[in-house]
């Protein structure tokens, strides 16, 4: 699939110790022709000094936020910055894989499906801590329920799209509602998102994990307005 092109956006707030390690197992992910995009929301732990010196002469775009707005904004810039056939959201932590690219990437490049999540769940044993996988389910649940899709991981990073697809959607929501939002929103375009199993490696809070209680609430809020 060398004469198609995959756009890796990166949202990052606050990664100074993992931003370098990701970034070096993007740039060696076995995808040969790749657009790597990265989005700093207005970091404040020195990333941005990292970012200025040792990532932008390695990376395609860095592309700085003057306020932080959220996980949902910085892929809104990000996303509309992309080139490639492909778009793909890489987290900047650790905790997913870029070396598995090729499963979530190629059924798009094939022509056989519009948008492929990378499920953290799909016929594998559950990973991560009890809470997380129990609102995982039960949110992916009540989106199944509002969107008729078949999903088992509706909140995983590695979400792919074509690339027409994913700029044609208005993404409203700021923080994590991104995730409900954009389930709902390709689902009202009538497009059947497709599932491939994906590896997991999953932080703490104290390791730097962002997502809280009320993002949970907020994302039962995403399901219902916008399937409605």
Known sequence: MS????????????????IMDILEKVKAAPIENKEIIVVDDMSKDGTREILKEKVEP????VIYHEQNTGKGGALRTGFMAATGDVVIIQDADMEYDPNEYP???NPIFEGKAEVVYGSRFLNQKAKGYLMNRLANKGLTFLSNCRTHQKLTDMETCYKAFKREIIQSIDIEEQRFGFEPEITAKISKKGIKIQEVPI??????NEEGKKIGISDGFRA???IWYYSK
Do not use: A, G, Q, T
């Not at 390695?58 to 775009?61: G, L, M």
């Open 58 to 61: 390695i990376v395609d775009k």
């Open 220 to 222: 039962l809020h995403c």
């Open 199 to 204: 590896s997991y490696y999953p932080r703490s």
């Open 3 to 18: 004469d198609k092109k995959l756009s890796i956006v990166i949202p990052c707030y606050n990664e100074k110790d993992s």
């Open 103 to 105: 499963l979530v990437v």
